[in-house]
C-alpha cells in the first residue's frame, strides 16, 4: 500500500472526530483548511477546539499550561491506545481492557479525565470508547465503575447531547 494511500485512509479515520468536534464547538472551518494531511488528531481537534466560537468550546483545551499539558497526553492516550489505525477496525478486548483499567484508575477521584470541567480529551475519548461500552456486558461495566461515572456525566452533559447517538446503559451505583 502506498504513502498516500494510507495518508487518505488516517485522514478518513479522523475526519468524523474533527467534524464533531467542530460541530460542537460552532466552528465553522473547512477541513482541507485545517491541513492535517499526516493524520496528527491532536494537532487537527486542538485547532477546532481553539477557534471555539461557543463559550464552553474555548475552555476545551485547558486554562492552565498544567492543563493543557494533561489534555495532550489523553489524546495521545486516545490515539496510542485505544483508536484503531482504520475507521472499520476495532481494537483488541485485551488493549480495550488495559485501557479501561488505567482510565478507571485516574479517574477514581474525579469527574473529569483534567480540571474541573469537560476538556478535548474528555470528549475523545468519550466518542472513541462509545461503541465498545454500548456493547459491553454489565458485568464489565461494573468492573470499571469509575469508567462508567465518567461516561454517565459526559453523556448527560448538555451540550453533548445532540451529538449523542445512542445511550449507554451503565450499573446504577454509581
Not at 468536534?21 to 477546532?48: M, Q, R
Not at 474555548?58 to 483508536?83: D, M, N, P, Q
Not at 474525579?110 to 461503541?131: K, M, P, Q, V, W
Amino acid at each position: 500500500q502506498s504513502k498516500m494511500a494510507t495518508e487518505i485512509e488516517q485522514l478518513d479515520n479522523i475526519c468524523w472526530e474533527i467534524e464533531l468536534l467542530a460541530e460542537l464547538c460552532g466552528t465553522n472551518i473547512s477541513l482541507d483548511k485545517i491541513g492535517y494531511a499526516a493524520g496528527s488528531l491532536l494537532a487537527s481537534s486542538w485547532y477546532v477546539a481553539n477557534r471555539s466560537t461557543n463559550p464552553a468550546g474555548a475552555k476545551l483545551c485547558g486554562t492552565s499550561l498544567e492543563e493543557e499539558v494533561e489534555i495532550r497526553e489523553w489524546v495521545e492516550f486516545y490515539c496510542t491506545r485505544l483508536r484503531p489505525s482504520l475507521p472499520w477496525q476495532r481494537i483488541s478486548k485485551d488493549c480495550l481492557h488495559n485501557a479501561l483499567e488505567m482510565l478507571n484508575s485516574h479517574l477514581i477521584m474525579r469527574i473529569f479525565l483534567t480540571g474541573n470541567s469537560l476538556s478535548l480529551a474528555d470528549i475523545l475519548l468519550y466518542y472513541g470508547l462509545h461503541t465498545y461500552l454500548i456493547e459491553m456486558s454489565h458485568g464489565d461495566k461494573t468492573k470499571y465503575i469509575y469508567v462508567s461515572r465518567w461516561i454517565d456525566q459526559i453523556q448527560h452533559y448538555h451540550e453533548l447531547k445532540p451529538f449523542t447517538w445512542a445511550w449507554i446503559s451503565l450499573p446504577k451505583a454509581i
